[in-house]
T-cell receptor, first 115, second 105 residues
Framework: ETGVTQTPRHLVMGMTNKKSLKCEQHLGHNAMYWYKQSAKKPLELMFVYSLEERVENNSVPSRFSPECPNSSHLFLHLHTLQPEDSALYLC??????????????FGPGTRLTVL | GQSLEQPSEVTAVEGAIVQINCTYQTSGFYGLSWYQQHDGGAPTFLSYNGLDGLEETGRFSSFLSRSDSYGYLLLQELQMKDSASYFCGSDKLIFGTGTRLQVFP
């Protein structure tokens, strides 16, 4: 266990559905991240939150909407997704966001399938 | 922009030594990290090189040469449990495509 939990672990949704992914970290970290991991592709950074403020948004389509209500919780709200959005969505946290020297702790991911 | 390249797959036998390379095209690069990910598991941090040279952590070592835009992860005394994917990443949170290591008995 890394101290980062994600729910649900698996999700199947239709293109018209609305769903949310949840991430919780129990490490007292100040930065949280959403990544997309697709087969044969590099891990893609989607969003970065530092002290509950979004500090980075890597040109992610608006059908993905993050929310960080406090430093321990991070959500990814999904609506009108496309089949190509099917992937493993990973949440991570680090002590702060001063660069990669800060070890990132990843959750187990949510395997999302869009039909 | 940045891009990091790794071999897609490496195979080795138990007890052997294997080197996984990572070459990068980048601007404003400061350091390189390595992560391990078992099938169905979360990526776990292995090491970070903020300076040129070799960093050793038990059976795993990592090397960086910024003048050559190159780094590698060295795994010694391979064990079956080392079978996993390994990926490098920059401090801009750009990652390589990952190298799948298969260790055979």
């Amino acid at each position: 266990e890394t101290g980062v939990t994600q729910t649900p672990r698996h999700l199947v949704m239709g293109m018209t559905n609305k769903k949310s992914l949840k991430c919780e970290q129990h490490l007292g970290h100040n930065a949280m991240y959403w990544y997309k991991q697709s087969a044969k592709k590099p891990l893609e950074l989607m969003f970065v939150y530092s002290l509950e403020e979004r500090v980075e948004n890597n040109s992610v389509p608006s059908r993905f909407s993050p929310e960080c209500p406090n430093s321990s919780h991070l959500f990814l709200h999904l609506h009108t997704l496309q089949p190509e959005d099917s992937a493993l969505y990973l949440c991570a946290s680090s002590q702060d966001r001063t660069g990669f020297a800060n070890e990132q702790f990843f959750g187990p991911g949510t395997r999302l399938t869009v039909l | 922009g940045q891009s990091l390249e790794q071999p897609s797959e490496v195979t080795a036998v138990e007890g052997a030594i294997v080197q996984i390379n990572c070459t990068y095209q980048t601007s404003g690069f400061y350091g390189l990290s390595w992560y391990q990910q078992h099938d169905g598991g979360a990526p776990t941090f292995l090491s970070y090189n903020g300076l040129d040279g070799l960093e050793e952590t038990g059976r795993f070592s990592s090397f960086l040469s910024r003048s050559d835009s190159y780094g590698y992860l060295l795994l010694q005394e391979l064990q079956m449990k080392d079978s996993a994917s390994y990926f490098c990443g920059s401090d801009k949170l750009i990652f390589g495509t990952g190298t799948r290591l298969q260790v055979f008995p």
